[in-house]
């Protein structure tokens, strides 16, 4: 049967996806000041981080609305949506509302709108699934039962250079945003069960931070043989760092490094590591 896998445009795809007749991106918007950018094909993130720097506010991000993702379902066939945490995004409540409109207007496919409870390259890993399961020819409840369970299982970490988007976007708690406010400390930090944003330590420096994300990376048994994306917002030379640090103490079986979309850019901000398995 044919299918389409729908992503919204926080999920950091390699360019062999991004190139899959298969695969549709549906995008985003970002507000900076008065000037709002969507997050496409024709995003160039060195001006999105210049507009950035240059506004004295947070950027503000909106989802897509549920027609942007009704556009894009096949008729017939299996539609696999992939969107951003539902605790930080509308974008999966968006996605369901299409699902639901295509029902009542007698849509004859399959729809599963996966909520990634993560961002970025966690939304990577799961697209990566469902393409590798649907080449295997696995009937559509097969690949959504398997992704689900991955789902459930995925490790979300991230060091950022700069919180202050997430903060004056309430993406984090009151304290985490004390704390860093405050000290000016490096954050590692996760995603929960649940999709939100949780505090794991913190360091001086963003490559301390990085030392004790590998850390934990390597003091996690369930690691071994998994693969590992690793999403960076301009900064490839300190991904392929992190990735050399991974590799000298971790035993994953593949690492793929991503660079961060319009939306994961926002949030990430200069310099930023995302890293899923």
Known sequence: MTYRLICDSCTDLPMELLSDPHVRKVPLSIQVGPETVIDGEDLRQGELLQKMRAWP????????????????????????????????????????QARAIYREEGGTGNVHVFNSRSASSGQCQIALLVRELTARSLPFAQVVEQVEAYIKRMQTLFVLENLDNLRKNGRLTRMQALVTGALRVKLLCSATPEGEIQKLGQGLSVRQTLAKMVSRMAEDAGHAG????????????????????????????????????????VYADDGGIIAAY
Do not use: W
């Open 57 to 96: 506010d947070a950027p503000k991000t909106a989802c897509p609305s549920p027609s942007m993702y009704l556009e894009q379902f096949l008729d017939s066939g299996d539609n696999y949506v992939v969107t951003l945490s539902g605790q930080l995004s509308g974008s999966y409540n968006a996605a369901m």
């Open 226 to 265: 998994r693969r590992l994306v690793i999403a960076h917002c301009n900064c490839r030379e300190r991904a392929e760092t992190v990735r050399e640090m991974i590799e000298r103490r971790c035993r994953f079986g593949e690492i793929l490094i991503v660079t961060t979309g319009g939306i994961s850019t």
